[in-house]
């Protein structure tokens, strides 16, 4: 069973960048690999999303502003937010559907 572990998130000012990454214990190379978010008292938010060969799709809100990508040889995909903003907080979390795997999330606040 795949594991995840995500890392890199963080207080930020607005208009600033942070880069999350998700480590897995295994092989994810043929997985899709899902970002969400889920603000304080919010459904999830689904985020974006990474083909195995590197198609990546955006949810409107962040498209423009966050980029998605993997490095298959190293277990690892991120997530590149750039120009946050206040409503951007939220528990950021990578899923492998794949594996039915979560990883167990890690916060980005941003705030001046």
């Known amino acids: 069973q795949v594991q995840l572990v995500e890392s890199g998130g963080g207080l930020v000012q607005p208009g600033g960048s942070l880069q999350l990454s998700c480590v897995a214990s295994?092989?994810?190379?043929?997985?899709?690999i899902e970002w969400y978010r889920q603000g304080a008292g919010k459904q999830r938010e689904w985020v974006a999303q990474?083909?195995?060969?590197?198609?990546?799709t955006y949810a409107d809100s962040v498209k423009g502003r966050f980029t998605a990508s993997r490095d298959n040889a190293k277990n690892t995909a991120y997530l590149e937010l750039n120009n946050l903003k206040p409503e951007d907080t939220a528990v950021y979390s990578c899923k492998a559907p794949w594996f039915n795997a979560w990883g167990q999330g890690t916060q980005v606040t941003v705030s001046s």
């Open positions: 295994g092989s994810i190379s043929m997985s899709i």
């Open positions: 990474i083909l195995s060969g590197g198609r990546t």
